[in-house]
């Protein structure tokens, strides 16, 4: 199964050269101010790409999935993508697990404080999984010391054999740590100008 994965594509669809593969991943901030224009916008772009399965994760910026759960499910899903919000999904017996859940910031969508109440939403993510998608980073895993001490736990005990995630746009990536994959797709440098390429990964 050939996996391509980009996050942090903040309304700039149009720029990215996105390789043919199996699955297509984003994983969050695919808007910018997050509002239905942009939203509209993304889902429009989304069509147009012809992976047989699309998976998408919601991010800080992305304050309509947030406002608007039911009409954005089902936006998603006519452009024939799946949105996993602590959802899994299973795609030719591959397991799939997608969170947007980020350490509080400022006033985004889908944050948490630190500690316990972030700890709830990691302690759903499944054990043996194949591929786990996070918005943000775990804490100290190309993560500009801004990643979860939490995640990072719960990512060691479930062992996922990928991870993907981005929010943190300088650490664009991949790193191998025991036996995971941990990919930061951020494809915009931290003045969010599209500078990177999409991550393709054979699983």
């Known amino acids: 199964m050939r996996i391509v994965a980009v996050s942090d594509t903040h309304c700039c669809h149009q720029e990215i050269a996105v390789p043919d593969g199996d699955v297509f991943v984003h994983a969050g901030d695919s808007l910018s101010f997050g509002d239905e224009v942009e939203f509209r916008g993304f889902v429009t772009w989304l ?17 309509f999935f947030a406002g608007h759960p039911l009409d954005a ?30 350490p509080e910031f400022m006033n985004w969508a889908f944050m948490l404080p630190r500690g316990s109440e972030i700890k709830k939403k990691w302690d759903r993510i499944p054990d043996s999984l194949d591929v786990l998608i996070t918005h943000g980073p775990p804490s100290g895993i190309m993560d500009f010391d801004l990643g979860c001490e939490e995640l990072l736990r719960r990512v060691f005990r479930a062992t996922p054999n990928i991870h993907i995630f981005g929010h943190i746009h300088e650490c664009y990536g991949v ?3 025991e036996g995971i994959r941990f990919i930061n797709a951020s494809i915009m440098d931290e003045c969010c100008i599209i500078t990177k390429q999409p991550v393709t990964i054979d699983l």
């Not at 069509?47 to 304050?63: P, Q, S, W, Y």
């Not at 919000?85 to 030719?92: A, K, M, N």
């Open 47 to 63: 069509k147009t790409l012809t992976h047989e399965n699309k998976i998408v994760v919601a991010g800080n910026h992305d304050r």
């Open 73 to 102: 499910r089902a936006m998603i899903a006519d452009a024939g993508a799946i949105y996993l919000e602590d959802d899994l999904v299973t795609i030719d017996k591959t397991t799939f697990y997608g969170s947007p859940w980020t």
């Open 175 to 177: 790193q191998e740590i």
